[in-house]
């Protein structure tokens, strides 16, 4: 296994509410970076995007909830 850092990106997808998917995407900050006021950057550098699905076409809206439901019946 290689020490050198890859990029990664990892897809989440929720239904929710406002303030629920807000509560969700703190905890992910959270469980990302523990300490916000450390100095520097981060162990390990990371992004948030967080995009409404509204804004997504209905082919990729239809996509998402079908991988919910997917996960769900797991």
Do not use: Y
Not at 5 to 30: G, H, Y
Request: proline share 5%.
């Amino acid at each position: 296994m290689s020490d050198t850092p890859e990029l990664w990106k990892v897809v989440i997808a929720l239904e929710a509410t406002a303030d629920q998917k807000d509560t969700l995407v703190d905890r992910f900050v959270d469980a990302i970076c523990p300490d916000p006021n450390h100095d520097g950057w981060c162990d390990t550098p990371w992004a948030l995007c967080v995009t409404e699905g509204a804004s997504l076409s209905a082919r990729e809206q239809g996509r998402l909830r079908d991988e919910i439901k997917g996960a769900m019946d797991s």
